[in-house]
Protein backbone atom coordinates (compact mmCIF):
# COMPACT_ATOMS: atom_id res chain seq x y z
CA UNK A 1 0.00 0.00 0.00
CA UNK A 2 1.53 3.22 -1.39
CA UNK A 3 2.01 5.76 2.23
CA UNK A 4 1.34 9.22 2.37
CA UNK A 5 3.55 11.91 1.53
CA UNK A 6 4.76 14.02 4.42
CA UNK A 7 3.79 17.32 2.40
CA UNK A 8 0.38 16.03 2.20
CA UNK A 9 -0.20 14.88 5.70
CA UNK A 10 0.84 18.25 7.26
CA UNK A 11 -1.60 19.84 4.39
CA UNK A 12 -4.56 17.77 5.53
CA UNK A 13 -3.32 18.49 9.69
CA UNK A 14 -3.23 22.06 9.03
CA UNK A 15 -6.47 22.83 6.92
CA UNK A 16 -8.10 25.69 8.24
CA UNK A 17 -11.58 24.60 8.02
CA UNK A 18 -10.75 21.27 10.41
CA UNK A 19 -9.28 23.61 12.99
CA UNK A 20 -11.86 25.88 12.70
CA UNK A 21 -14.15 23.25 14.25
CA UNK A 22 -12.08 21.10 15.82
CA UNK A 23 -11.68 18.52 13.40
CA UNK A 24 -8.49 16.28 14.44
CA UNK A 25 -6.54 13.72 12.16
CA UNK A 26 -6.48 10.41 13.82
CA UNK A 27 -4.82 8.22 11.32
CA UNK A 28 -4.13 8.81 7.72
CA UNK A 29 -3.17 5.59 5.02
CA UNK A 30 -3.58 5.32 1.23
CA UNK A 31 -7.34 4.80 0.85
CA UNK A 32 -8.06 5.42 5.06
CA UNK A 33 -8.26 8.58 7.04
CA UNK A 34 -9.58 8.35 10.34
CA UNK A 35 -10.45 12.09 12.19
CA UNK A 36 -12.22 12.55 15.40
CA UNK A 37 -14.75 15.80 16.81
CA UNK A 38 -15.47 16.49 19.68
CA UNK A 39 -18.86 18.15 19.53
CA UNK A 40 -19.04 21.39 21.72
CA UNK A 41 -22.20 23.89 22.57
CA UNK A 42 -21.48 26.20 19.21
CA UNK A 43 -21.84 22.77 17.03
CA UNK A 44 -25.47 22.23 18.32
CA UNK A 45 -28.56 22.72 16.13
CA UNK A 46 -31.55 24.63 17.94
CA UNK A 47 -32.91 20.75 19.10
CA UNK A 48 -29.33 20.52 20.76
CA UNK A 49 -28.22 17.76 19.25
CA UNK A 50 -25.02 18.20 16.36
CA UNK A 51 -25.56 20.11 13.49
CA UNK A 52 -25.42 17.91 10.49
CA UNK A 53 -23.52 20.06 8.99
CA UNK A 54 -20.74 20.04 11.45
CA UNK A 55 -20.91 15.66 11.26
CA UNK A 56 -20.87 15.70 7.28
CA UNK A 57 -17.52 17.54 7.44
CA UNK A 58 -15.77 14.37 9.50
CA UNK A 59 -16.30 12.39 6.00
CA UNK A 60 -14.00 13.79 3.12
CA UNK A 61 -15.34 14.77 -0.51
CA UNK A 62 -14.61 10.54 -2.02
CA UNK A 63 -14.63 9.91 -6.09
CA UNK A 64 -15.83 6.33 -6.83
CA UNK A 65 -15.20 3.49 -6.01
CA UNK A 66 -14.90 4.68 -2.91
CA UNK A 67 -17.62 4.66 0.03
CA UNK A 68 -17.95 6.90 2.57
CA UNK A 69 -18.26 5.69 6.07
CA UNK A 70 -18.62 7.28 9.11
CA UNK A 71 -19.03 6.23 12.90
CA UNK A 72 -20.17 8.54 15.33
CA UNK A 73 -19.54 7.72 19.34
CA UNK A 74 -21.10 9.83 21.91
CA UNK A 75 -19.11 10.38 25.28
Do not use: K
Not at 12 to 27: K, N
Not at 48 to 72: D, I, K, V
Amino acid sequence: MPTIDADIRARIESDPFCETLGIELVALESGSAQTTLTVTDDLLNFHGTPHGGSTRSLMPHLRPPLTPMATLQSH
